[in-house]
C-alpha cells in the first residue's frame, strides 16, 4: 500500500532551488522591486516638486501592472520554499533559502508601504484612474480597502516605534504562553501538556477524565502568569486601537473579515437560536455514553467537557466504510466520484490534479503533520500536502485540501492582488467539498456505523457553532472589563464560566473548564483579536451553500464557481448579493443550520434504537 501513496512532482513549479528556473525566478524578483522602487521614487519626486505635472492615474497603471509580475513571485517562491521544508524539514538548504525568501519578502513589504502612502496622498484621483482606465474597476473595492487600513495607521515613525515595542510587549507575552504550554509536564504520567489534551479523544473513558483533570490543575499552578500575559496583551490591544482610531477591537476585526455588522449579527443570532438543538446533541450523546458505559461521569444531566470528543463505537466487528483501510486509488476514485456529482467541472479538476501529481500523500520521516493546500500564482496550479494512512479521516482531509485548490483554480485569469480573501471566505470551497462526501457517507454507510458518523460530524460543527460562540462571548467580555480595569485569574476564570453558561447552557453538567481561556492561543495574539467568528461564518456559510444546492441541483454549480471565482476583490455582502442571496438576515444562516438538525433527528433515531 505504501508504495502506491503518492509523491507529488514540483518540476511545473521549479525544479529544485539550484535550477536555472528557480534562480532566474529570485532575480527576476529582485530586478521587479528594482522597477517598483524606481517607480515609487519618481511618484515621490512629483509630488514634492511638480505635483501639478504628475499624471497618477498613468503612474498607478503602471505601478499596478509591475506589481502583479512582482507579487506573482514573491507568493510562489514563499509558497515553493514553504513545501519543499515541510517534506524535508531537516535539509539545511531548505531552511536557509527560506530565510533568503523571507528577507526579499520583507524589502517587498516596505515597498508596499511606500504604494499605500502615495495611494492615501492621491486618493482624490481615483475616480479619474478608473475612467481613463476602466479595465482597472475590478480593483476598485481593493484599492479602496487599502486606503481604509491606510488611515487607521499612526504616523510613520509611530507605527515603527509600536512595532519595535510590541516586540517586548504583546509578542513577548505571547511567547510566554507559548512557552508555559509547551513546558507543561504531568510529573505523575510524565504527559505533556499537549498530550494530556489529545486523551480527550480517548476510548478510555478513565483517561479522559483523569487527563481533564490534570490538565486543570497544570492550568491552575499557573493561573497567575496565564492571566498577566492575557491582561496585558489585550491592554495593548485596547491601547494601540485607540491611537489607530478604531471604535472597539470587533470593527477592526470585521474590517479585516470584509464583513459588516449587520452580517455578523444575523450570524450569530441564528447560533443563537439553534442552540437547544446543540444541546439536545450533546445530552444524546451523553444519554448514548451512558447507555454504553462509556463514561465515568455520576452526572446524567448534559455531557461533561471531558467527554465532548468521547468517539462512539459501533457495535458490530464488520469492517465498514468508516472501519476499512482505504488504499490511496480508492480515495482517489471515490474522491474524484463525489466532485463530479456536484459538477463535471469540479471532478475534471480533481482528475487533474491526481494525474499531473499536485499531491505527497505519503508519510514519511523529515515531513511535517497534518495537511494543507499551497497555491502558486505562477502557472496557477497548487500543491496540497497530507499524510494518508488509510484511515476514513484521510479521506475527509483530502477531500477537504482539494476544495481549497479548486476555489484557487476557479480565480484564474485574475491579477495576483485578488488571491488574497479573507478568513470568512477561505475555507467556503473546503467545507463543501468536505459536506459533500459527509452527506454521501451518511446515506451509504451502516446503521452501527451511521450514528458514529453522525456524531463526528456533529462534533464538529457543534465545536465550530457552540464553542466558537462561547469564544466570542468570553472575549467580547474581556475586552469590555478590560477597558474599566486590570483583570487577574479568578476575573477569566468567572468570565469563561459566563460564557460557557451562555452558549453550551444544559448541554454540558456540571463538569466544566473554566481555564480555556488559558488554553486557546488565539486569545493570546496581537493580531487575532475575534479570531473566532470567521470559522463560524465559513461552516454555516458551506452549509447554506450546500442547501441552495439542494434546491436547485446541478444548475447551482456555475453559480459556485463564479461566487469563489470573486472572493478576492468584493465584501463578503456584495459578493453573495452578485450571487443571489443576502446574508445580512438570519434566514441564510439557518438554511445551513437546517441540514444539522436533520442529522441530530437521525442521531436520536440511532440511540433510541439502541445502535
Not at 509591475?66 to 538548504?93: G, H, M, P, R
Request: glycine residues 6%.
Amino acid at each position: 500500500m505504501t508504495n502506491k501513496i503518492p509523491r507529488w512532482n514540483l518540476d511545473s513549479i521549479f525544479p529544485s532551488i539550484k535550477s536555472a528556473e528557480y534562480q532566474k525566478a529570485l532575480s527576476d524578483f529582485e530586478s521587479g522591486m528594482e522597477n517598483l522602487g524606481s517607480l515609487l521614487e519618481s511618484a515621490d519626486t512629483f509630488i514634492k516638486n511638480a505635483s501639478e505635472n504628475f499624471d497618477f492615474p498613468v503612474w498607478l497603471k503602471g505601478f499596478l501592472e509591475a506589481d502583479d509580475k512582482v507579487s506573482t513571485l514573491c507568493s510562489s517562491l514563499n509558497a515553493y520554499a514553504y513545501i519543499i521544508y515541510s517534506v524535508d524539514t531537516t535539509n539545511t538548504a531548505y531552511l536557509n533559502n527560506i530565510t533568503q525568501i523571507d528577507n526579499l519578502t520583507l524589502r517587498y513589504r516596505q515597498l508596499d508601504l511606500t504604494f499605500k502612502s502615495v495611494l492615501l496622498a492621491n486618493s482624490g484621483r481615483l475616480e479619474d484612474f478608473y475612467k481613463r482606465f476602466p479595465e482597472f474597476d475590478s480593483y476598485r473595492y481593493i484599492l479602496n480597502e487599502t486606503l481604509e487600513e491606510t488611515r487607521h495607521q499612526m504616523s510613520a515613525a509611530e507605527e515603527k516605534l509600536a512595532g519595535e515595542l510590541q516586540q517586548t510587549g504583546g509578542d513577548a507575552w505571547d511567547r510566554l504562553h507559548e512557552q508555559l504550554i509547551s513546558n507543561l509536564k504531568d510529573t505523575e504520567t510524565g504527559k505533556t501538556f499537549n498530550e494530556l489534551r489529545n486523551d480527550a479523544y480517548s476510548a478510555d473513558a478513565k483517561v479522559r477524565k483523569s487527563s481533564y483533570e490534570k490538565e486543570i490543575s497544570l492550568l491552575r499552578q499557573n493561573e497567575i502568569a496565564f492571566a498577566a500575559c492575557l491582561n496585558n496583551l489585550k491592554g495593548e490591544t485596547l491601547a494601540l486601537n485607540r491611537h489607530r482610531k478604531w471604535q472597539n477591537p470587533l470593527d477592526r476585526s470585521l474590517s479585516s473579515a470584509r464583513l459588516s455588522q449587520k452580517t455578523l449579527d444575523a450570524l450569530i443570532g441564528a447560533i443563537e437560536e439553534s442552540l437547544p438543538l446543540w444541546r439536545e446533541y450533546f445530552n444524546l450523546k451523553a444519554d448514548f455514553l451512558h447507555k454504553n458505559n462509556l463514561t465515568v461521569s455520576q452526572d446524567k444531566k448534559g455531557l461533561a467537557f471531558y467527554d465532548l470528543f468521547a468517539p462512539l463505537a459501533a457495535k458490530t466487528t464488520e469492517k465498514g466504510l468508516l472501519s476499512k483501510e482505504w488504499t490511496f486509488d480508492e480515495a482517489k476514485d471515490y474522491i474524484i466520484e463525489r466532485y463530479s456529482s456536484f459538477s463535471s467541472e469540479m471532478g475534471d479538476f480533481a482528475k487533474k490534479a491526481f494525474a499531473e501529481k499536485w499531491i505527497d500523500a505519503e508519510v514519511r520521516a523529515g515531513k511535517v503533520g497534518g495537511a494543507y493546500d499551497e497555491d502558486f500564482a505562477l502557472g496557477h496550479q497548487s500543491r496540497i500536502m497530507t499524510n494518508f494512512t488509510g484511515a476514513f479521516s484521510d479521506i475527509i482531509t483530502l477531500a477537504h485540501e482539494l476544495g481549497h485548490a479548486y476555489h484557487f483554480s476557479c480565480m484564474k485569469g485574475k491579477p495576483t492582488a485578488f488571491f488574497s480573501y479573507p478568513m470568512t471566505l477561505a475555507e467556503t470551497a473546503s467545507t463543501f467539498a468536505e459536506t459533500i462526501v459527509k452527506q454521501d457517507m451518511i446515506s451509504k454507510c451502516s446503521d452501527a456505523e451511521k450514528i458514529q458518523i453522525l456524531d463526528l460530524d456533529l462534533q464538529d460543527v457543534s465545536q465550530v457553532l457552540v464553542d466558537i460562540l462561547c469564544r466570542f462571548y468570553f472575549e467580547k467580555s474581556v475586552f469590555e472589563e478590560r477597558e474599566k480595569g486590570e483583570l487577574n485569574a479568578d476575573d477569566f476564570c468567572r468570565l469563561m464560566k459566563e460564557a460557557q453558561e451562555k452558549s453550551y447552557g444544559s448541554g454540558l453538567n456540571g463538569e466544566r473548564h473554566e481555564y480555556m481561556w488559558a488554553v486557546k492561543s488565539h486569545y493570546y495574539s496581537t493580531g487575532l483579536d475575534f479570531y473566532n467568528f470567521p470559522y463560524a461564518f465559513g461552516q454555516l456559510f458551506a452549509a447554506g451553500l450546500y442547501a441552495r444546492y439542494q434546491k436547485e441541483g446541478a444548475a447551482f454549480a456555475k453559480t459556485y464557481a463564479e461566487l469563489l471565482s470573486n472572493t478576492g476583490n468584493m465584501s463578503c455582502e456584495d459578493l453573495c448579493k452578485k450571487a443571489g442571496f443576502d446574508i445580512t438576515q438570519k434566514d441564510f444562516w439557518k438554511s445551513g443550520i437546517e441540514m444539522y438538525a436533520k442529522e441530530v433527528e437521525m442521531m436520536k433515531a440511532g440511540v433510541a434504537g439502541g445502535v
